[in-house]
Structures are given as structure tokens and as C-alpha cells.
């Protein structure tokens, strides 16, 4: 799928992401929702969170985490606080750390909890780019605190990206395991 350009794009793709990925879940069989996720016999997936992330309530308050940081970036520098996207003492080199703490935080929440507050951060996620106009969004250096890209890009990123990757990540844990899907 084409990365999003416009505001119009981005909500849409955004919206069609999330359906897809929440029609697979309802689509996932019991086996393969109670089957702890195992790619360790598949040497493709050398990233970090092939092995981080152990059932959908891992991928999706992974999601949901992402979320909070996008809300929160934009909120408070809406606000006038500057803030960085990461948290401190996260960077882009440093952020798989961030990403097991928030595995580490949620491995007592239920996978009925994790499905709302996805849900309610993706809405909330989706009016944050919908209250922004098409300049705000993909005009690069609109807002100072966005460096060098678009607050588009970061929604782009946390939105449609990555529930493509949440997506590639349960039909390969479905296909692995040869899981039925119903």
C-alpha cells in the first residue's frame, strides 16, 4: 500500500488498516488466539519484536502504546511544552528498550483490555489527524518540533504503518502454527 500524502489519504488508509486488522482478530480461531506466538524456527525474523511479542495482547498494546505517544507528543506541543516524540532517555537508536518496557508494563492486561484501548486510542488517533488541516499534516518544518519530516509522517507511522505490521505479524504467526483461521 502506497504511504499516505494527504489528509484525505491518511484517514482513509488509517480507517482500512485498523478494519482489516480487527476482521482478521474476529476471523482468528480459538487455537490461534490461545497459541503463544513462536518464530524462532524462522531465520527471516531476526528483529527484535518477532521475539518480543508473544499474542495478540502483546501486538496490540504495542499498538495502543504508540498511540499514547503520538497523542501526547502532539498535545503538549500543541500546548507550547516541547517535547520529543520518544521519551526520555529514548531516542531512535535506544527505542527497542522503550518498546520491551511497554511488553514488561502490560503482560497483566487482559486481551479484552488491550482490544478497548486500542480501540479508543486508534479514535482518538484518528481525530488528532482530522482536527489538523492538509498543510499542518504534510508540509514539512510547519511545526518546528517536528524536525525535518510531518506530523503526517509520524501519524502515518503509528497509524496505517503499523497495523500493516501488526497484521503481517498475526497472518504469519497463523500461517507458522497452520492455525485455522475459524
Not at 57 to 86: P, T
Not at 156 to 178: D, I, N, R
Amino acid at each position: 500500500m502506497a504511504r499516505p500524502k494527504t489528509k484525505e489519504a491518511l484517514v482513509v488508509q488509517a480507517e482500512e488498516s485498523f478494519s482489516k486488522l480487527f476482521q482478521y482478530i474476529d476471523s482468528m480461531s480459538g487455537a490461534a488466539l490461545n497459541t503463544e506466538f513462536d518464530f524462532s524456527n524462522d531465520k527471516s525474523k531476526k528483529e527484535q519484536h518477532w521475539s518480543r511479542d508473544r499474542n495478540l495482547r502483546d501486538v496490540l498494546v504495542h499498538l495502543y502504546e504508540w498511540h499514547q505517544l503520538l497523542l501526547r507528543w502532539e498535545a503538549s506541543n500543541m500546548a507550547g511544552k516541547k517535547a520529543s516524540f520518544l521519551p526520555e532517555p529514548y531516542n531512535w537508536k535506544t527505542y527497542g528498550q522503550m518498546n520491551i518496557e511497554i511488553w514488561q508494563k502490560h503482560q497483566t492486561t487482559s486481551l479484552d483490555d488491550a482490544k478497548l484501548l486500542v480501540q479508543q486510542s486508534h479514535s482518538a488517533a484518528h481525530e488528532l489527524v482530522k482536527k489538523h488541516s492538509e498543510e499542518a499534516l504534510f508540509t514539512k518544518q510547519f511545526f518546528d518540533w517536528t524536525g525535518t519530516t510531518t506530523l503526517g509522517s509520524y501519524c502515518v507511522s503509528t497509524m496505517p504503518s503499523h497495523y500493516e505490521w501488526a497484521l503481517k505479524k498475526l497472518k504469519a504467526h497463523v500461517k507458522m502454527h497452520a492455525l485455522d483461521r475459524s
